[in-house]
């Protein structure tokens, strides 16, 4: 297993327009993608993701890590399958949290 390339923060839609303006105009973040409900900021080799969740209440942090197989990968972890957590399209992998809740992207690593 590596990192993968994505962190996303999933904020809730009261704090969304404050938070990427943080990220964007005080810590200076350059913008790397502009979605309908998310902001990419680069983040050294990474991208990091302002995510809005109209329905969600509270911040999380959702990371990705990467395994050439991850059904593998997920049953050496022992954690939960959580696909439930949102739609994964053209991805070849699982949703799946830590002790602690964070949720990790599982996934294979789509060479371009």
């Given at each position: 297993m590596e990192a993968g390339k994505n962190i996303a923060i999933?904020?809730?839609?009261?704090?969304?327009?404050?938070?990427?303006?943080?990220?964007?105009?005080?810590?200076g973040l350059p913008v790397a993608r502009e979605l309908e409900n998310s902001t990419g900021f680069e983040f050294g080799s990474l991208t990091l993701w302002i995510d809005r969740v109209p329905h969600q209440s509270q911040v999380d942090i959702w990371i990705e890590v990467f395994d050439d197989d991850p059904d593998a990968a997920l049953s050496r972890l022992g954690s939960p399958k959580r696909n439930e957590l949102e739609p994964l399209t053209d991805v070849t992998g699982h949703w799946t949290s830590d002790p602690a809740g964070t949720v990790i992207l599982l996934r294979k690593e789509q060479m371009a």
């Open positions: 999933k904020v809730p839609l009261h704090r969304w327009e404050d938070t990427v303006a943080f990220y964007r105009d005080k810590v």
